[in-house]
């Protein structure tokens, strides 16, 4: 089977194809620019500069953000929630989160519960939805934090972002949004939906490459409280031996991914440029179609929402009779549809939907996905299922 001829459904881990623009930005960093961004005088370097500034500037501008310094730059949201979260809670300090999360919020929470912060685990309903009043019943004296996925990378489950920022606004509570599979393709804005702390990543609806992201800090949040992840250069102050107390250095040491940020900023830009309500409509529609040919095929079990206005375009899904791996080999081999399968590195959210420990098939879709890959997907799945009939 020749590459073009494959299906790529693996958008909620990784997007494919990026807009030309994304390669032809990365080519031209590479080629003609190259140089470290903030170290050097030259103009080279002054170019380097301008290109993390301008992305910096198309964050803000996509999400809402009023200071531009407000956005840190890293490898990926995970990166940025970590910072988020080892950055500002203490021992003793209250956290609550939903039991639909990704491990690169599980894991750190339950290694920060190691050290004394204190967890509440609101659970989910079986398609993945917080009950808004649940956060609210589980706030304490010592409550800091609420942080929530905005879409499930496993069901797609959007969650009531404002509701909960109103809660957590009403409280004085941070609030820390886990955005990484929402960014770019639902639109966000941080001060209506009252976000705090908004982790995002580059490489999936924001079409950057691999290796970008970062976290953006709301004006509620007061910088100088936070400890940074690491610590070292920055190009600031290099008189001093103590690290910046300031945004954007405080969250940015060592050389940035300039790269990856010139890749990222041809992203942002198309998106942009399209629009996040188009690019909404377009995945709403093949979500749609996905969803509504999945429940006709006899066997096949679809979980979470099954309405595409209430999730991202991530859908997950198991054939009665085969296991997920045996989906997922078949549909690459025989039909060369690329998904993905397993517990995508969230078991909590699995145990909620109730498929933990196999899980699930995934199909995650992109604005670059077309109807007639969709169908062709339908297809693939309904062959299988026809076999365990």
Request: charged letters at 25%; proline letters at 5%; one cysteine or more.
């Amino acid at each position: 089977m020749v590459e073009k001829d494959l299906i790529y459904l693996d958008n909620a881990a990784t997007s494919h194809p990026k807009p030309q623009e994304v390669i032809q930005a990365m080519v031209r960093f590479l080629r003609d620019v190259g140089a470290n961004p903030g170290r050097s005088g030259h103009r080279l370097s002054i170019e380097s500069g301008r290109i993390i500034l301008e992305t910096r500037e198309k964050v803000a501008e996509l999400f809402g953000v009023k200071d531009s310094s407000r956005v840190i730059f890293g490898l990926n949201a995970t990166e940025a929630i970590n910072q988020g979260l080892q950055g500002l809670l203490n021992p003793g300090d209250h956290v609550i989160t939903s039991s639909m999360e990704h491990n690169s919020v599980m894991r750190p929470l339950r290694a920060l519960e190691r050290k004394g912060v204190e967890l509440t685990l609101i659970l989910c309903s079986p398609a993945g939805f917080l009950d808004p009043s649940d956060v609210g019943q589980a706030i304490r004296k010592n409550t800091k934090m609420v942080i929530l996925n905005h879409g499930s990378n496993v069901t797609g489950t959007l969650q009531p972002l404002e509701e909960v920022g109103d809660i957590c606004r009403n409280n004085n509570l941070l609030y820390l949004v886990d955005a990484a599979q929402t960014a770019g393709a639902i639109p966000i804005d941080v001060g209506l939906q009252k976000i705090d702390l908004l982790a995002f990543t580059g490489h999936k609806a924001l079409f950057g490459p691999q290796g970008t992201g970062g976290l953006i800090i709301g004006e509620r949040v007061d910088e100088k409280k936070i400890v940074p992840l690491k610590r070292g250069g920055t190009g600031s102050r290099s008189e001093s031996e103590e690290h910046p107390d300031f945004l954007p250095d405080l969250g940015e040491s060592g050389t940035l991914n300039g790269v990856g940020l010139a890749g990222l900023l041809a992203g942002l830009k198309f998106i942009l440029e399209t629009g996040v309500e188009k690019i909404r409509d377009h995945e709403l529609r093949l979500t749609e179609r996905l969803l509504r040919g999945l429940l006709k095929i006899p066997g096949v079990v679809v979980h979470g929402p099954q309405d595409a206005g209430k999730q991202c375009a991530t859908v997950s899904f198991n054939i009665k009779g085969l296991v997920p791996s045996e989906i997922s080999l078949r549909l690459d081999e025989e039909f060369g549809i690329l998904c993905r399968v397993g517990l995508h590195c969230a078991p909590s959210a699995h145990k909620t939907i109730g498929t933990f420990p196999e899980g699930t098939v995934r199909f995650g879709l992109s604005y670059f996905n077309t109807e007639e890959e969709v169908d062709r997907a339908l297809q693939a799945v309904g062959h299988l299922a026809g076999e365990e009939a």
